[in-house]
């Protein structure tokens, strides 16, 4: 099994930063793309940021000079930094990773927990 882990999440005022990580760990063969979503309230989960194991990037236009993703393989860790937070970017963020197992061999998505950012006016 996999375990995706995040931390760094909490309160923060308008046009401060915060720094996400997420830690995965279990019976990884290989980790390919990385994401974060996040979930505000009465709203759908939205890709922001993800990082594909070639390091390329993608991002959600309204964090695009804001917010930086950026992975760790040898730690097996994601994190995002989000920098000039504003109150629209309060949410439940969460870690998504595509990963291959041993003994499945084949990629799956996993789920982080989720992490509450709130960001106050």
């Known amino acids: 099994q996999v375990q995706l882990v995040e931390s760094g999440g909490g309160l923060v005022q308008g046009g401060g930063s915060l720094r996400l990580s997420c830690a995965a760990s279990?019976?990884?063969?290989?980790?390919?793309?990385m994401g974060w979503y996040r979930q505000a309230p009465g709203q759908e989960r939205e890709l922001v940021a993800s990082t594909t194991s070639g390091d390329s990037t993608n991002y959600l236009d309204s964090v695009k000079g804001r917010f930086t993703i950026s992975r760790d393989n040898a730690k097996r860790t994601l994190y995002l930094q989000m920098d000039s937070l504003k109150p629209e970017d309060t949410a439940v963020y969460y870690c998504n990773a595509d990963v291959v197992t041993y003994g499945i061999y084949r990629s799956r998505a996993y789920w982080g927990q989720g992490t509450q950012v709130t960001v106050s006016s």
């Open positions: 279990g019976n990884i063969l290989k980790i390919n793309t």
